[in-house]
């Protein structure tokens, strides 16, 4: 696991209160691996949550707190600017309440745990393939079409502390065949120990079909954002 990752988890204080839902290590150790992942910076300590300094097109920072806390409504009052989120593991309404009124509630994810091995070993369709290819901590899985389309992708990356998986897609014209499921059962081939949980954070549709494959909820995965404003016309 990335140096700066293990500082965080030998000064994690107190402070954090567990919450009953979902321990801020293993949030922690998710963030890390998620940044691994994307080739984003590593999380840091920041007012009780775990701050990534993205930069991105889309994201200028990023901060997931474990449970509601004073840290997060000092981020919330002090952030006017748009491309910053604000995530909790909570609900909705928890985090709500927490947000000053510019701030935007975004689609509720949820925090999965692989709680079981998958039983489904169900066969690719005729004439697709699944290729896995993986550069150093970070396995990326693809399934091709007859034609050579990609079908479907996904990728995990793996510290010594987790196995994150991220990004699972299927293309609009290849869905209801059984390719997310291929995805994931390829990517957890690539790992490499056996004993790391297995992390990755779900949409509402994806919850169900992670269930079938022995998924549990840790925690529902709430975010907001402030919008960005609309160009005069």
């Known amino acids: 696991m990335i140096a700066g990752a293990r500082l965080l988890f ?23 691996a998620h940044s691994i992942g994307r080739g984003s910076p590593p ?9 990534v300094d993205t930069h991105s097109e889309k994201e200028t920072k990023r901060w997931v707190f474990p449970q509601l806390c004073d840290g997060l409504r000092a981020v919330a009052d002090e952030i006017v600017a748009p491309r910053h989120y604000l995530k909790l593991c909570g609900t909705d309404e928890e985090l709500r309440s927490a947000l000053p009124a510019r ?4 689609p509720i994810n ?10 489904d070993t169900r066969p690719l369709p005729d004439g697709y393939r699944v290729q ?51 995805v994931m059962i390829a990517l957890g081939a690539a790992k490499r120990s056996a004993a790391t949980p297995q992390l990755l954070v779900a ?10 494959l022995g998924w549990s ?17």
Not at 103 to 106: A, E, Y
Not at 110 to 119: E, G, K, N, R, V
Not at 203 to 212: P, V
Not at 217 to 233: G, K, M, N, S, T
């Open 132 to 182: 896995v290819d993986r550069v150093g901590p970070v396995a990326r899985a693809s399934v091709f079409a007859p034609d050579g389309e990609l079908a479907a992708s996904g990728c995990a990356a793996e510290t010594d502390e987790v196995f994150v998986y991220d990004r699972i897609e299927t293309a609009p014209a290849h869905r209801r065949k059984g390719l997310g499921v291929a």
């Open 43 to 51: 999380p840091v300590l920041d007012r009780g949550g775990f701050r």
């Open 217 to 233: 909820v840790l925690a529902p995965l709430a975010a907001a954002v402030i919008p960005e404003l609309e160009p005069p016309r």
């Open 110 to 119: 949820y925090f999965m745990l692989a709680s079981a091995a998958s039983a």
């Open 10 to 32: 030998a000064h994690l204080h107190l402070s954090l209160m567990t919450s009953s839902r979902i321990d801020p290590k293993l949030v922690l150790a998710w963030q890390a």
């Open 103 to 106: 701030w935007q509630i975004q």
């Open 203 to 212: 949409t509402d549709e994806g919850r169900s079909l992670y269930a079938t």
